[in-house]
């Protein structure tokens, strides 16, 4: 298959000439002196890649958890907390990811204008000054940093209080800044970050990638994940001359793959991977708290004994019994923790016993077919006009391609136009084949005769606030079976979006996640008056809200009913029987 020659219409041309772009580079780096965190001098080191190759050589497992409380003030608390009283337990955190505000991707002047979401907010230079200096645990920042409009300005800073791993590149892809519209910005700003992180690649600076927080997290195929950990080496390394530091592994459950990616990615980088972390499984998480406990032991067991048989410097991240409901509090961050660390001593008791033949053969396929993607995939561009030495370009356009397409025109499946995106899927990701089995459970709920009368010819707008796509997909398949017509927006869909597409619609369907389901709901109602429409709403996902003096979020199912919003917390096909029964429906002002 090849692409289509029109591809390069898509904007190409108005993008700045990449030597201007790049011009201030340089000179900004020199005014640039990366600070000395707590850490570094806990550990008597410049940078955390030199942390991690000591760390790789004396077979040492590092341990990273995620952090990002109601404000910066809740979240320096909760990080001495977990340093603290994490020693007393014998658990020693050694690096912490910042789990930013969504508002953060923003330039500096639009951030209070759009609506809060989980994690804190740095809102001043001497909060910036402060990440590194109040614990000696090394602070990671890849959330909402390096892949939006304020890339640039947010790594000047970054690197000035000591951050020497900053990311997220994949989220470049697949997210959005709140309320942004200028695509070029937003490629020209990640472009002239990730140069500047090249300009100290020699200090030990890396750039962050997690993989399956982009459009790793929408591919159907492993291979094409595989691929595009090859595309962004190419762009990142090739091109722009920076170090870059991969993670995988929130979207994977199966032990055989999450080892086996450590093995393909210390070979995609060349055998000098310093891999950031290496994400928990968030997909097999549930509301019960003891089963949750059971399954983090056993991914980290599994992940530790990666790291004894292939050292790459990931650390290893045991996740919270309550990742699937909410933001963790500094108490459960710090439980799963002190867990982790102690199922090292099993996980070294018991790798002198382990096989990892299955993990090397996984490896083994991603490395030939993803490389077989990756170069499609610049074949493909280049017959299409995309000069592919151009970092800028290869950026924009791989954005506006999208997942979907790129997986169609490039994937290494062969071509079989009765499977997803024309091509058989030669190793299935886990989330994929969790959508299947979703898709299947609810199948007999949407065949009802009774919810498909109520549905067939219904116009219904699917959309989801944040970047969690994939229950607005599987419930996208679910309505095609009831003959419902749906207008699909996918993910990252603004309140002003849903607003200007609603117009004829009989419903609105909406996911969210982020801590922002009240403020999004107030918007979502306020764009609808705007345009004098009143039409029934349903929101579905994590349905609370961030309140900045309070540590975790809150639920808020009964302000969202108290504003006219309904709520999804049942099965999906009887609470949507039950929302499209209720009266005064679909009316326009």
């Given amino acids: 298959m090849t692409i289509d020659k029109n591809i390069n219409a898509l904007q190409a041309a108005l993008l700045p000439n990449i030597n201007d772009v790049l011009r201030d580079i340089k000179p900004t780096a020199q005014q640039i002196s990366i600070g000395r965190t707590a850490a570094f001098s806990r550990w008597d080191v410049c940078s955390e890649a030199e942390f991690k190759l000591q760390s790789m050589k004396a077979g040492r497992i590092t341990f990273h958890a995620h952090i990002g409380m109601g404000n910066w003030q809740l979240t320096t608390k909760a990080l001495d907390y977990i340093w603290k009283v994490g020693l007393e337990e014998g658990a020693e955190i050694h690096r912490a990811g910042l789990c930013l505000d969504r508002r953060m991707a923003l330039p500096e002047?639009?951030?209070?204008?759009?609506?809060?979401?989980?994690?804190?907010?740095?809102?001043?230079?001497?909060?910036?000054?402060?990440?590194?200096?109040?614990?000696?645990?090394?602070?990671?920042?890849?959330?909402?940093?390096?892949?939006?409009?304020?890339?640039?300005?947010?790594?000047?800073?970054?690197?000035?209080?000591?951050?020497?791993?900053?990311?997220?590149?994949?989220?470049?892809?697949?997210h959005e800044a709140p309320g942004w519209k200028d695509p070029i910005v937003t490629a020209v700003e990640t472009t002239r970050a990730i140069a500047l992180l090249g300009e100290f690649k020699s200090q030990g600076v890396m750039l962050h990638s997690y993989l399956e927080d982009g459009f790793g997290a929408l591919f159907f195929d492993c291979t094409t994940i595989a691929g595009w950990a090859f595309m962004e080496y190419y762009i990142v390394e090739e091109l722009l001359g920076a170090k870059l530091s991969h993670c995988i592994g929130g979207l994977t459950s199966d032990p055989v793959k999450?080892?086996?990616?450590?093995?393909?990615?210390?070979?995609?980088?060349?055998?000098?991977?310093?891999?950031?972390?290496?994400?928990?499984?968030?997909?097999?998480?549930?509301?019960?708290?003891?089963?949750?406990?059971?399954?983090?032991?056993?991914?980290?067991?599994?992940?530790?004994?990666?790291?004894?048989?292939?050292?790459?410097?990931?650390?290893?991240?045991?996740?919270?019994?309550?990742?699937?409901?909410?933001?963790?509090?500094?108490?459960?961050?710090?439980?799963?923790?002190?867990?982790?660390?102690?199922?090292?001593?099993?996980?070294?008791?018991?790798?002198?016993?382990?096989?990892?033949?299955?993990?090397?053969?996984?490896?083994?396929?991603?490395?030939?077919?993803?490389?077989?993607?990756?170069?499609?995939?610049?074949?493909?561009?280049?017959?299409?006009g995309v000069n592919i030495r151009n970092p800028l370009e290869m950026l924009f356009i791989l954005k506006k391609l999208g997942p979907a397409l790129f997986e169609e025109y490039f994937g290494a499946g062969e071509l079989d136009d009765n499977e997803p995106r024309g091509r058989k899927i030669i190793v299935p990701t886990d989330i994929f084949e969790q959508s299947?089995?979703?898709?299947?459970?609810?199948?007999?709920?949407?065949?009802?005769?009774?919810?498909?009368?109520?549905?067939?010819?219904?116009?219904?707008?699917?959309?989801?606030?944040?970047?969690?796509?994939?229950?607005?997909?599987?419930?996208?398949?679910?309505?095609?079976?009831?003959?419902?017509?749906?207008?699909?927006?996918?993910?990252?869909?603004?309140?002003?979006?849903?607003?200007?597409?609603?117009?004829?619609?009989?419903?609105?369907?909406?996911?969210?996640?982020?801590?922002?389901?009240?403020?999004?709901?107030?918007?979502?109602?306020?764009?609808l008056a705007d345009r004098s429409l009143n039409i029934p709403i349903l929101f579905g996902g994590i349905l609370n809200q961030k309140i900045a003096d309070k540590e975790i979020p809150v639920d808020v199912t009964a302000e969202l009913k108290s504003i006219g919003i309904h709520a999804a917390t049942s099965d999906a096909g009887v609470r949507l029987s039950r929302f499209l029964s209720l009266e005064n429906q679909t009316k326009e002002k």
Avoid at 139 to 161: C, K
Wanted: charged letters at 20%.
């Fill in 109 to 174: 002047d639009q951030r209070t204008k759009a609506a809060a979401e989980t994690g804190p907010m740095l809102e001043s230079n001497a909060a910036w000054r402060e990440i590194g200096q109040k614990t000696p645990i090394q602070p990671h920042m890849g959330d909402f940093m390096i892949g939006f409009p304020s890339s640039f300005i947010n790594t000047v800073h970054a690197l000035r209080a000591g951050v020497t791993t900053i990311g997220n590149l994949s989220q470049f892809f697949a």
């Fill in 258 to 384: 999450r080892a086996g990616w450590v093995f393909a990615l210390k070979r995609i980088h060349q055998g000098e991977c310093i891999g950031s972390m290496f994400y928990g499984d968030t997909i097999s998480f549930t509301h019960n708290f003891d089963y949750n406990r059971a399954m983090i032991s056993e991914y980290v067991l599994w992940d530790i004994m990666a790291q004894l048989e292939c050292p790459t410097g990931h650390a290893i991240l045991p996740l919270p019994v309550t990742e699937a409901i909410r933001a963790p509090s500094a108490q459960e961050i710090l439980e799963a923790q002190i867990m982790g660390q102690r199922v090292e001593a099993t996980a070294r008791r018991l790798f002198p016993r382990m096989d990892f033949s299955d993990s090397h053969i996984f490896a083994d396929k991603m490395l030939d077919h993803g490389r077989q993607v990756f170069d499609n995939a610049l074949a493909g561009l280049s017959a299409a």
């Fill in 436 to 527: 299947i089995a979703k898709y299947k459970d609810n199948l007999v709920s949407f065949q009802d005769p009774e919810l498909v009368a109520k549905l067939r010819g219904r116009k219904i707008l699917l959309a989801s606030g944040d970047v969690h796509e994939h229950a607005i997909i599987v419930l996208n398949w679910l309505l095609a079976h009831s003959k419902a017509c749906v207008k699909y927006l996918g993910a990252e869909a603004s309140p002003e979006q849903i607003a200007d597409a609603a117009y004829g619609m009989d419903a609105i369907l909406v996911s969210t996640h982020n801590g922002m389901a009240l403020e999004y709901g107030r918007q979502l109602k306020t764009a």
